[in-house]
């Protein structure tokens, strides 16, 4: 499957923003899908997760009640809804899917076994 991020930018803190991955190739709904981050010096790390149906999701402690996570399998895209952004939320965004044999949601980076190119996401004081 090839994943292509779109939807990063600047904007100022208490902002919002929707990031996309549009996935091509092979059957989306097949794919647990997450979104990672990484700020400069950091690791990649997740941020949130949707299992193949939608139906189970995860997010990272520093970004609940803020960003959600959605996915339409008909349009074999994959969203992430930023709310109430911060500054400590700027990093490069990467949409990831996870082709694991079981419908569950999954958080370590090494499940996933494909990348997008990754979107910037610059929020400002």
């Known amino acids: 499957v090839q994943l292509q991020a779109s939807g990063g930018g600047l904007v100022q803190a208490g902002g919002s923003l929707r990031l996309s991955c549009a996935a091509s190739g092979r059957t989306f709904s097949m794919y647990t899908m997450g979104w990672f981050r990484q700020a400069p010096g950091k690791e990649r790390e997740i941020v949130v997760a949707?299992?193949?149906?939608?139906?189970?999701?995860y997010y990272a402690d520093s970004v609940k009640g803020r960003f959600t996570i959605s996915r339409d399998n008909a349009k074999n895209t994959l969203y992430l809804r930023m709310n109430s952004l911060k500054v400590e939320d700027t990093a490069v965004y990467y949409c990831a899917a996870d082709s694991g044999p079981f419908s569950v949601v999954t958080i370590g980076k090494n499940n996933y076994d494909y990348w997008g190119q990754g979107t910037q996401v610059t929020v400002s004081q």
């Open positions: 949707i299992s193949r149906t939608g139906g189970s999701t």
